[in-house]
């Protein structure tokens, strides 16, 4: 599925469009974009067109786009939804490097976060981060995030093994926190 648009204090979440490929596929170029995720090889511009398609079609992923004063700039979701146990897996990307540590990724992060509980019921959104990630982790914490375990050498980056920290959001701690104790 891809998500309604959201509007956060810094961001609009929108949806994926095949008009933005060419910038999809410039930013899985990047190295230091790619540097932490699992996918480090642009695809190509087929395979992402199918990406687009099996997304918008699926009902175990929602996918937006990121929009900073009308430009795109990275890629936010919700994955692996499973919809007895209602807990799902989050994923994002800002594929625009300047956009950097200015807050954008938490408003975007919390709006996604804000849609699995309040809108799709989720009680609990996972998080899975490399661990040198500093960006990520400082983000995701700030966001609710509370660790739970790390998975030991699960990537090898840059000829080293890097341990993968594993981070949970339950619903009704998050809603304590950012929702002061109500549901809006
Ligand atoms: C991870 C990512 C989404 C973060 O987005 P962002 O908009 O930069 O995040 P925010 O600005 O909301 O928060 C990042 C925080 O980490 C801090 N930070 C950045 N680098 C840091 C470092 N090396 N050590 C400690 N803190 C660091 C920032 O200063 C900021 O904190 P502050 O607001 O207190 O200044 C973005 O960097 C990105 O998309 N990276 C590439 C893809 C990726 O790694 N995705 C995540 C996969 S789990």
């Known amino acids: 599925m891809f998500g309604p648009t959201l509007t956060g204090r810094l961001v609009v979440l929108g949806q994926p469009k095949t008009e933005f490929i060419p910038i999809y596929l410039r930013w899985f170029a990047d190295v230091q974009v790619t540097q932490f995720l699992p996918y480090r090889h642009p695809p190509s511009v087929k ?7 099996n997304m918008a079609k699926s009902q175990e992923d929602v996918v937006w786009t990121i929009l900073l004063d009308e430009r795109l700039i990275g890629m936010v979701g919700l994955h692996q939804i499973d919809w007895v146990n209602r807990n799902c897996a989050q ?88 929702c002061g104790g109500g549901n809006q």
Do not use: Q
Request: glycine fraction near 12%; aromatic fraction near 12%.
């Open 47 to 53: 395979m992402e067109e199918e990406w687009l398609e």
């Open 91 to 178: 994923g994002i990307m800002l594929g625009e490097r300047d956009t950097w540590n200015a807050g954008v990724g938490s408003d975007a992060l919390l709006l996604t976060l804000r849609y699995a509980f309040l809108e799709l019921g989720m009680e609990k959104v996972k998080g899975y981060i490399a661990l040198p990630n500093r960006a990520s982790l400082k983000m995701a914490t700030r966001c609710g995030y509370r660790e739970v375990g790390v998975h030991r050498r699960e990537w090898y980056r840059g000829g080293a093994w890097v341990d993968r920290w594993i981070g949970e959001v339950l619903r009704d701690e998050w809603i304590a926190e950012f």
